[in-house]
């Protein structure tokens, strides 16, 4: 202290007596005292840490000298104190929000994974279906292939189908007229040949004259224009009996011999007593128009009552 407490009266001493000196002595003073000035800065930063510890007069003297300029330890320790609460309040808050951003963070992948599972699930299922759809399709081109092979092969068996039905069309034809001609020819032949027997049976048996007569109808009566007509009679003690023997007859058939027997009756003026049908097939259509007209029909020769 005794130092820094000489060196300081020394500079006051300085001040006092430069007020009284020249410009020019003031300023060799002034030179010297810069040189005093630095030494006395040196030796208070060399000494004043000390004289702090030391020496309680000169640390309160610097406290007063410097408390304008800065607070005390006390307030500066308490401002520090808030500084740091607040801080750790700032960081906790900052922590915190940061644990609740990282939780959403956390969240929001975890949404967004699950997002991705579930698009790559579907992404899965999407190639699962294109591939049976795929698969599909190809299973429906092969059955279409196989369908074109079939309709091709139903086309041509069609074809052969139709060839093989106008062919037989061709020959049913043929066979109908052929065998139409058969039946008239066997129609014709048999009729003749029963009609020759039934004959033969009356006349030789029976004591009964039997005629084919063949008349001329000039007025077409009987077939609506002039034309042959053809009867069968069985003649017995003064009865006339108007014969048709047929292989088959048919309404209009039935007709046309009601006709022949009227003009019989007319052409020769002679009563026919009964008319007689002898055939062994009847066309249900005629049964009306035999009884209308009053003809009896007999299926078989034997069927016929005795004369």
């Given at each position: 202290?005794?130092?820094?407490?000489?060196?300081?009266?020394?500079?006051?001493?300085?001040?006092?007596?430069?007020?009284?000196?020249?410009?020019?002595?003031?300023?060799?003073?002034?030179?010297?005292?810069?040189?005093?000035?630095?030494?006395?800065?040196?030796?208070?930063?060399?000494?004043?840490?000390?004289?702090?510890?030391?020496?309680?007069?000169?640390?309160?003297?610097?406290?007063?000298?410097?408390?304008?300029?800065?607070?005390?330890?006390?307030?500066?320790?308490?401002?520090?104190?808030?500084?740091?609460?607040?801080?750790?309040?700032?960081?906790?808050?900052?922590?915190?929000?940061?644990?609740?951003?990282?939780?959403?963070?956390?969240?929001?992948?975890?949404?967004?994974?699950?997002?991705?599972?579930?698009?790559?699930?579907?992404?899965?299922?999407?190639?699962?279906?294109?591939?049976?759809?795929?698969?599909?399709?190809?299973?429906?081109?092969?059955?279409?292939?196989?369908?074109?092979?079939?309709?091709?092969?139903?086309?041509?068996?069609?074809?052969?189908?139709?060839?093989?039905?106008?062919?037989?069309?061709?020959?049913?034809?043929?066979?109908?007229?052929?065998?139409?001609?058969?039946?008239?020819?066997?129609?014709?032949?048999?009729?003749?040949?029963?009609?020759?027997?039934?004959?033969?049976?009356?006349?030789?048996?029976?004591?009964?004259?039997?005629?084919?007569?063949?008349?001329?109808?000039?007025?077409?009566?009987?077939?609506?224009?002039?034309?042959?007509?053809?009867?069968?009679?069985?003649?017995?003690?003064?009865?006339?009996?108007?014969?048709?023997?047929k292989s088959s007859i048919d309404k209009a058939g039935m007709y046309i011999f009601g006709r022949k027997v009227d003009f019989y009756a007319r052409h020769e003026q002679r009563e026919i007593s009964r008319k007689i049908v002898i055939s062994p097939m009847v066309d249900s259509r005629a049964l009306p128009v035999a009884e209308a007209l009053g003809i009896e029909i007999y299926s078989y020769a034997d069927a016929v009552e005795a004369l």
């Amino acid at each position: 202290m005794g130092d820094l407490g000489g060196e300081f009266k020394a500079l006051e001493t300085f001040q006092a007596a430069s007020k009284s000196f020249c410009p020019s002595t003031r300023w060799n003073a002034i030179e010297s005292l810069a040189m005093e000035q630095s030494e006395i800065i040196a030796a208070i930063q060399r000494e004043l840490p000390r004289l702090i510890a030391q020496e309680p007069q000169v640390r309160d003297f610097i406290l007063r000298t410097v408390s304008e300029y800065y607070a005390g330890k006390p307030e500066t320790d308490s401002k520090f104190d808030r500084v740091l609460a607040e801080l750790q309040r700032d960081r906790e808050e900052q922590a915190r929000k940061w644990d609740e951003e990282s939780r959403k963070w956390d969240e929001e992948s975890r949404k967004w994974d699950e997002q991705n599972r579930k698009w790559d699930e579907q992404n899965r299922k999407w190639d699962e279906e294109s591939r049976k759809w795929d698969e599909q399709s190809r299973k429906w081109d092969e059955q279409n292939r196989k369908w074109d092979e079939q309709n091709r092969k139903w086309d041509e068996q069609n074809r052969k189908w139709y060839e093989q039905l106008a062919e037989i069309r061709r020959l049913d034809k043929r066979f109908d007229g052929t065998i139409g001609a058969l039946g008239s020819r066997w129609g014709l032949s048999s009729e003749a040949s029963f009609r020759n027997a039934l004959k033969g049976i009356l006349e030789e048996s029976f004591g009964v004259e039997v005629l084919n007569l063949n008349l001329y109808d000039h007025q077409g009566d009987v077939f609506g224009r002039p034309d042959q007509v053809e009867l069968d009679l069985i003649i017995k003690n003064g009865l006339t009996i108007a014969c048709e023997i047929k292989s088959s007859i048919d309404k209009a058939g039935m007709y046309i011999f009601g006709r022949k027997v009227d003009f019989y009756a007319r052409h020769e003026q002679r009563e026919i007593s009964r008319k007689i049908v002898i055939s062994p097939m009847v066309d249900s259509r005629a049964l009306p128009v035999a009884e209308a007209l009053g003809i009896e029909i007999y299926s078989y020769a034997d069927a016929v009552e005795a004369l």
